[in-house]
């Protein structure tokens, strides 16, 4: 079993910035991808980026490349999520989700289904 824990999330002005952090344990050891998700109000739940720990190939949807940075540490214990240059339509609830499958194609952690551990979320509210 893997437990993920979110924090960092809070109410700021667009323009400004958030780290998100994800605190892991448990079986760390059986992680091979760390993944962002967001949802909003009223919408599904979205890509925002992903992390392998065997290469540390990114992945990011293409509305927060350029202003979102996905990382890691090397003891795989935490994962986190430089967020820069916010605006309205980053506000979500944005959870850490773990997976235990390796894939060759980064493509196939942009899907939730791929995670099978997740944190209860961490709210970002930007305002305008």
């Known amino acids: 079993q893997v437990q993920l824990v979110e924090s960092g999330g809070g109410s700021v002005q667009t323009g400004n910035s958030l780290r998100l952090s994800c605190a892991v344990s448990?079986?760390?050891?059986?992680?091979?991808?760390m993944g962002w998700f967001r949802q909003a109000p009223g919408k599904e739940r979205e890509f925002v980026a992903a992390?392998?720990?065997?290469?540390?190939?990114?992945y990011y949807n293409d509305s927060v490349k350029g202003r979102f940075t996905i990382s890691g540490d090397n003891g795989r214990n935490a994962a986190y999520l430089e967020m820069n240059n916010l605006s309205p339509e980053d506000t979500a609830l944005y959870y850490c989700?773990?997976?235990?499958?390796?894939?060759?194609?980064?493509?196939?952690?942009?899907?939730?289904?791929?995670?099978?551990?997740w944190g209860r979320g961490t709210q970002v509210t930007v305002s305008s």
């Open positions: 992390l392998t720990w065997r290469g540390d190939n990114t």
């Open positions: 989700a773990a997976s235990t499958l390796n894939y060759p194609h980064g493509n196939c952690y942009q899907v939730p289904r791929t995670y099978g551990y």
């Open positions: 448990g079986r760390t050891f059986t992680i091979a991808a």
